[in-house]
């Protein structure tokens, strides 16, 4: 199936080609994409009306978070993302516990490595729990979620020392929903946001240097 202009665009941002502060030029745009210019207009006015992309002058650039915003954004992921868990750990089927299990090995490998290939990782692991609650409707509001972590100019996974720990974060949450406990899943997962939020407060303050 072929890809949207929206998408393709979406998947951009999402990978860091475009960063927050990035100018979004439609003729520009069309040309790499290899699609005419109005699915193009189409889907920057969509992404406008979205907060994924904001106006200077006449220009579309790609937004970004303030203090502010960032805090109200983890306050509504990490109530939603302990929500998913724990209904995991009531729903989750023996293959997708598997599958969970299977990822945080997995990813073990790319410890100390690309911090963007760390970041990607992490955005599987949690994307199958979202799937493992099975609730389509928190899926939906876990994706726009995500759409709006992409704003974020960098990655909390190239703070020195979190990537190890944010891994073995991953195995708690696996336990418990391997164990059937929806309130320790709930728990794990939530704790897990807070510290990546911490990570990144403290990134911003100069206390925790990048890698």
């Not at 005419?36 to 970004?64: F, H, K, N």
């Not at 724990?86 to 598997?98: I, K, S």
């Not at 992409?150 to 909390?156: D, G, I, Q, R, V």
């Amino acid at each position: 199936m072929q890809k949207d202009a929206y998408t393709l665009i979406m998947e951009a941002i999402e990978a860091g080609v475009y960063k927050p502060g990035d100018r979004l030029v439609e003729s520009e745009l069309a040309e790499r994409l290899g699609v005419s210019r109005t699915p193009v207009r189409e889907a920057l006015q969509r992404l406008e009306t979205q907060a994924m992309l904001t106006r200077d002058g006449r220009s579309l650039i790609v937004a970004s978070l303030d203090h502010n915003q960032l805090a109200e954004l983890y306050a509504v992921r990490t109530e939603l993302e302990g929500l998913a868990a724990r209904l995991a750990a009531r729903h989750a089927t023996p293959e997708e516990v598997r599958v969970l299990k299977s990822m945080v090995a997995e990813d073990r490998a790319l410890l100390g490595g690309d911090p963007r290939a760390l970041s990607r990782a992490n955005k599987r692991f949690h994307k199958q729990i979202h799937l493992a609650s099975h609730n389509r409707f928190l899926v939906q509001q876990l994706d726009l979620v995500h759409r709006s972590m992409a704003l974020m100019a960098n990655t909390s996974f190239a703070a020195e020392g979190r990537d190890e720990v944010a891994l073995d974060e991953h195995a708690d949450i696996v336990a418990a929903i391997e164990a059937g406990d929806g309130d320790a899943a709930y728990q794990a997962l939530k704790s897990h946001i807070s510290q990546a939020f911490e990570t990144r407060l403290r990134v911003d303050a100069g206390e925790l240097r990048m890698r």
